[in-house]
């Protein structure tokens, strides 16, 4: 019975000792695993608190088992007690030790601060402002003139290797844009301009998190950072600079037609057409895009035909409402020219 019950104990010790160095291990979106110049800083700094804690904690318990290893004898043994005993320990443990380990944090931590130079006043020109939603991230491209800015969403690119100011902004509620291997967490707070720089060295899309409870479809306000060489991104931002195109094959057209004849053209533009609502994400370029319904599913004929019809049980409370009114043939062609407004 007693050495089941050690099998078990030791079973459960194995794989929680097996668990401990995910998180390192983990490629997508660790903060352990910095792909940008802030998150590298703040990753430092994540390291050394990391360190300090094993080592507080292997000293703890260390002291814990020695304390239980040299039990001697009965409490009545070792009456009367010295109530005044061990002032020293918790003069060292209690304060001293802990005193300096929260201090040195705290130091480490002003001076990463330092290091962050968007923070130290207003005195930056974003190029992209982000808009948090219920639940999803608008992004204007904010380059003068006036005719090289557009706005999309839910995916933001950048050239590589060399840093890019984004202002963050709400229409609603509290959100925070987090791109783990990017940066820290700032929030997007009603009524007030924040700021964050973020750098990317290497290509790649690097996934991101609203990391501030908004509301039910919170865990559904996915965004993506795709940072491309400078020419490649530079042929993204011209395409997106023009207006939709122009269907070609019938079915298209029909899409078209259907698209900017209902409930959809109230509530998203695509630019070029006659579809100009504001409240939801600009479609102009829908489908450059890799994500929808904000990255929570993959953008493909498929999961759009569904999110058109079912986007409330796809993601529940969300604006977007079902949209059952397309007979199968509305619905292929509406699937058909969005798929092509690349
Ligand atoms: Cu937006 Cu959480």
């Known amino acids: 019975m007693r050495s089941a019950r050690s099998v078990t104990w030791l079973r459960g010790f194995l794989v929680l000792a097996a668990m401990l160095p995910a998180p390192a291990c983990q490629k997508v ?38 304390a239980v290893a040299r039990r001697r004898g009965s409490l009545e043994t070792h009456e009367p007690w010295n109530v005044g ?17 929260l201090c040195t944090l705290f130091i ?36 003068q003139p006036a005719s090289r800015q557009f706005t999309t969403a839910n995916e933001i690119h950048i050239p590589i290797g060399r840093p890019v100011d984004i202002e ?9 844009f987090w791109i783990p291997t990017l940066h820290g967490k700032v929030d997007l707070i009603p009524g007030q301009r924040n700021y964050i720089r973020i750098q990317a060295n290497l290509p790649g899309t690097y996934s991101g998190q609203c990391a501030e409870y908004c509301g039910e479809q919170h865990a559904h306000m996915l965004l993506l950072v795709v940072a491309q060489p400078q ?79 079912h986007a409330q049980t ?8 079902d949209l059952a009114v397309f007979n199968g043939k509305d619905l292929r062609a509406l699937v058909a020219y969005l798929d092509q407004l690349k």
């Open 231 to 309: 020419a490649e991104y530079e042929t993204w931002y011209r395409d997106q600079l023009d207006p939709a195109h122009e269907p070609t094959d019938a079915e298209s057209v029909h899409g078209r037609d259907v698209f900017v004849g209902s409930a959809c053209a109230f509530c998203h533009q695509i630019r070029g057409t006659d579809a100009h609502g504001s409240v939801a994400p600009d479609l102009t370029h829908f489908a450059s895009r890799q994500g929808l319904a904000s990255n929570s599913y993959v953008n493909n004929k498929a999961n759009l035909a569904g999110w058109v019809v």
């Open 168 to 176: 963050l902004d709400t229409a609603d509620v509290l959100h925070s």
């Open 29 to 66: 979106r660790s903060t352990l695993n910095p792909l940008g110049p802030a998150a590298a800083n703040i990753a430092r700094l994540e390291w050394v608190s990391l360190i300090l804690f094993c080592i507080v904690s292997v000293v703890m318990w260390v002291l814990v088992f020695w």
């Open 108 to 143: 480490l931590g002003l001076l990463l601060l330092r290091r962050f130079p968007v923070h130290e006043g207003m005195k930056v020109h974003p190029e992209i402002r982000v808009i948090g939603h219920q639940w999803w991230w608008e992004i204007q491209y904010l380059a």
């Open 85 to 101: 005993g061990g002032q020293s320990w918790i003069a060292v443990g209690g304060f001293a030790v802990p005193f300096v380990v």
């Open 314 to 321: 796809l993601k529940p409370g969300a604006e977007m409402p």
